[in-house]
């Protein structure tokens, strides 16, 4: 019993000796595998790792420039709203220099950072004026130029000079201030096939400049716009002014007869008119011909804008008639105006090319406000009754209503 009992342990012994050695062996066998395993996992987070910080820089990244692309749009945005109110500014005004002026503080904002001038060209296109400015300009532009001084009107494009040291710089356009880098661009403005002048622009720093579509956009909309409002002052002049002597025609000067009158009557203020006849004209005409004529009356409309003020009105009645307005003058002066028009009306000198013609003179009538009348077409009535008095007094004279006619109704 004891000996089978023995036996039972010993083998029992064996079995735990074959078992321990198994699992050691099983053991050693394990661990490379669980590198292995341990490895791989390891190698997988890492790889997942880098794809997912990859992936956050493309997202940054790819939100980077969503975000720019945000802000350009709604720079671009405003920059077209601005541009669009710019359009709407320049269709409302009424003068070019109304639209010099709006153009001079928008494209202040459109451009910052960016100083310009606006140069027009005469109406002989011989010369070119900087006739509005914004902005600290960083190299010198000059104020009057030729056409041919500028690449942009000699090209008619727009000419951009990124370094001033080796680009093909303008003529009128000096060097910058201490030396420092700027860039220029001139703009060629043009409508309907004629130029108009250029829009001169410089910004620190070499090229590109900053927003130069935005800047081409707003000089065609200005051409457009000086464009417009140049036909519109020409049709305005071709309405009220006499195209041979450049005078106010009759239409004119009812209009604005009406209004001195009133504006005299509220100040308490007099206005005088005169009406001016050249004597004798139908026999020069004869004589010397229309063309002859022409000239004399044309002669005689610039004779009397350079005797007048500039608030004077001198107007083409019809024929060789003239009537000329006098706000604020009284009768004395009025008369003192028209001894001056009617001297220096025969002392003129008229030619037809080589040849002379003969001199002529002036009968004037003159009638005030309000001791004559108080109507413009009272006034032009009885200064028309002191020309007649005038005329059958011998021509070449001054008569005042009321001094040597009766009054007239």
Known sequence: MVQREQELLTQRAESSRQSAAL????ALAGIPFGLAVVGTV???LMRELRHRSQA????AQANRELGDSVVALQRSTADLNLLSRYTG???SCISAEEALMVSSRTLASLLPGVAGSVYLLRASQDRAEAISHWGEPLVHSAPHLLPEECWALRRGQPHIVDDLGRDALCAHIGAPEHGSAVTTAC???SAQGTQLGFLFLSSPGPGPMPRLEIAEAAAEQLSLALSNLRLRESLRRQSIRDPLTGLYNRRYLEESLSHELARCARRGLPLSVLMLDVDHFKQFNDSQGHAGGDLLLAALGELLLTRLRA???ACRYGGEEFTVILPEADGVEALRVAEDIRGHIAALAVSDGPRSLPRVTASIGVASFPVDGELGASLIQKADAALYVA???GRNRV????AATPAVD
């Open 56 to 59: 956050e820089k493309r997202a």
């Open 23 to 26: 699992l050691l062996v099983l």
């Open 42 to 44: 390891y190698a997988l």
């Open 311 to 313: 608030e004077d009105v």
């Open 187 to 189: 703009l060629p403005m």
């Open 89 to 91: 500014l320049l269709q």
């Open 391 to 393: 005329k059958h007094g």
């Open 399 to 402: 008569e005042r209503h009321g």
